[in-house]
């Protein structure tokens, strides 16, 4: 069956890097768009962007242009989303979900805590 | 960005009553290819969202016929008729229009 598992939870200083992966499985892995979206708490669900299956060309909400790179390893059948320069405003659960009308079969989802 | 406005933000249900939840845009969701761009997730407390619906009319596999999606343009409303205790969840309708695609508020709904 469709399915994604997400890397572990991780705890950041203020201003450093995270790199959350989301692996697939169930599915032809190129064929299909991985979007990433996170949920801060107590907030609604906030959509990052997305990585095309074939060519991975990417499209990012421009609240997170020049900060969020999302890349994919084909061979792996792995995407990955790396924030940069977090803040105690990036604290949120990262989700990766597969396009295919609607966002379907997402990840267990990643904590990620910002502090210092 | 398009703003997406859910009401009520929670709603209380006795098992098998229907429940109505309304998901109303900023702008028209209307694809020039005639599809509708909205969609609705429900969240269960402490696990990933889960697509319901997607384009209105479409049930994504396994989803149960009590849930449905009328309307259409700006104004939509997901309706479950006879509500389960297994509906208890946080519900959202996003639209996948324009970038960056956008999320409602949420309805929480309890029993």
């Known amino acids: 069956q469709v399915q994604h598992v997400q890397s572990g939870a991780e705890v950041k200083g203020p201003g450093a890097s995270v790199k959350v992966s989301c692996k697939a499985s169930?599915?032809?892995?190129?064929?299909?768009?991985i979007h990433w979206v996170r949920q801060a708490p107590g907030q609604r669900l906030e959509w990052m962007g997305w990585?095309?299956?074939?060519?991975?060309?990417?499209t990012y909400s421009q609240k997170f242009q020049g900060r969020v790179s999302m890349t994919r390893d084909t061979s792996a059948g792995t995407a990955y989303m790396e924030l940069r320069s977090l803040a105690s405003e990036d604290t949120a659960v990262y989700y990766c979900?597969?396009?295919?009308?609607?966002?379907?079969?997402w990840g267990q989802g990643t904590l990620v805590t910002v502090s210092s | 960005d398009i703003v997406l406005t859910q009401t009520p933000l929670s709603l209380s249900v006795t098992p098998g009553q229907a429940a109505s939840i309304s998901c109303k845009s900023g702008?028209?969701?209307?694809?020039?290819?005639?599809?509708?761009?909205l969609s609705w997730y429900l969240q269960k407390p402490g696990q990933p969202p889960q697509l319901l619906i997607f384009?209105?009319?479409n049930r994504f596999s396994g989803v149960p016929d009590r849930f449905s999606v009328s309307g259409s343009g700006t104004d939509f409303t997901l309706k479950i008729s006879r509500v389960e205790a297994e509906d208890v969840a946080v519900y959202y309708c996003?639209?996948?229009?324009?970038?960056?695609?956008?999320f409602g508020q949420g309805t929480r709904l309890e029993i």
């Open positions: 979900a597969k396009d295919g009308g609607g966002l379907q079969s």
């Open positions: 169930g599915y032809i892995f190129t064929n299909y768009a």
């Open positions: 990585i095309t299956g074939g060519n991975g060309d990417t």
């Open positions: 702008q028209s969701l209307l694809h020039s290819d005639g599809e509708t761009q």
């Open positions: 384009g209105v009319s």
């Open positions: 996003m639209q996948s229009l324009h970038v960056p695609f956008t």
